[in-house]
């Protein structure tokens, strides 16, 4: 079995932003309050929620767990209105590196959006593909998928594998890139070449 940080650690959710489309008088905790109550009338969920204000004074909203930021995610289950101000909600356009893994052995010849539509009928919550490519723009035989269920992401990582038509193609955890600093004069990590100080 595999394992991973998907399932062993507590993920980092972007927040939500809502704005308010007139001056909003109410405090941080009524605001929450309302919206915890108007999610569990309207779809049964209990909300794990923590909230700050922004820039503008829009409200910044962290999920605590990963089925609070899931229902958050699609902005149409939002309340029109929270302690009778209208609101716009604006969702984060990229979810955390643990909804996304990388599927092995994808033939460089293959189409990703293509493959997309047909891994769609399999896998609902899956929303993007993307190839992986290495620094000179070559494509690798492998790609990027972003999912929008942390539960689909871990059942695919345990078993290993997913599925495309009629042949089985090995899956592992996608990790965001690493940038390490190096200072190209004296090759030491601690600083960047712009920042190096030492006389010549």
Not at 48 to 71: C, K, N, P
Not at 76 to 99: A, G
Not at 110 to 132: C, G, H, I
Request: hydrophobic letters at 35%; charged letters at 30%; a positive charge.
């Amino acid at each position: 079995m595999m394992t991973d940080r998907t399932m062993n650690s507590k993920i980092s959710f972007p927040a939500i932003a809502i704005k308010f489309k007139d001056k909003q008088k109410s405090s941080i905790k009524e605001i929450t309050d309302d919206l915890i109550s108007k999610w569990k009338n309207q779809h049964g969920i209990d909300l794990v929620i923590t909230a700050r204000f922004g820039h503008m004074q829009s409200l910044l909203v962290f999920a605590d767990d990963s089925s609070t930021f899931e229902s958050l995610l699609d902005p149409i289950r939002w309340p029109l209105k929270l302690k009778e101000v209208e609101t716009e909600v604006k969702v984060p356009r990229q979810l955390p590196s643990e909804y996304s893994l990388v599927i092995q052995q994808f033939h460089r010849n293959w189409n990703e959006e293509e493959r997309l539509s047909e891994l769609q009928q399999r896998y609902v919550s899956l929303y993007n593909s993307t190839r992986l490519r290495v620094r000179d723009g070559s494509s690798l035989n492998a790609v990027r998928a972003d999912f929008r269920s942390i539960e689909e992401i871990k059942t695919l990582i345990r078993s290993g594998k997913i599925n495309i038509g009629s042949m089985i193609h090995p899956v592992k955890p996608y990790h965001l890139p690493i940038c390490i600093n190096k200072c190209l004069k004296c090759l030491r990590h601690d600083h960047t070449t712009k920042s190096y100080t030492r006389p010549r």
